[in-house]
């Protein structure tokens, strides 16, 4: 999905905006939520994730064609961690963990199959 389908979605979705305004609104978020990642700072959307950034360290790596070490410099990356909710969306079909019983996979974890 692209910056200009979310603008249209937002148009759709919300009503009351012209789609200039929605495109501001759209914007607007998408600047508030890189300033407030590059001062460092999370960001928790409920029933959606969270925006983290992490600091990297200086280490060291290989050049892969000749094998000889390199240095990798620090840096900082944004990591993402889905929440339950998203998760569980993405994965309908898919049950919990919490809603397995603990016993239940060393009952069908063994390698003969089953008689009956």
């Known amino acids: 999905m692209t910056k200009a389908e979310i603008i249209d979605a937002v148009y759709e979705k919300v009503g009351g905006f012209s789609k200039k305004e929605a495109a501001e609104v ?15 700072e999370k960001i928790k959307i409920s029933g959606f994730g969270n925006f983290v950034v992490r ?18 410099s620090a840096r900082s990356v944004l990591t993402f961690k889905p929440s ?3 998760k569980s969306a993405l994965n309908p079909h898919r049950e919990s963990s919490t809603d397995l019983e603990p ?14």
């Open 26 to 40: 759209v914007e607007a978020m998408f600047d508030t939520m890189k300033e407030v990642l590059a001062e460092g």
């Open 55 to 72: 600091d990297k360290s200086q280490r060291w790596g290989r050049n892969p064609q000749t094998g000889e070490p390199i240095p990798i």
């Open 84 to 86: 339950q909710v998203l």
């Open 103 to 116: 016993a239940a996979a060393t009952r069908t974890g063994g390698s003969e199959p089953e008689q009956g």
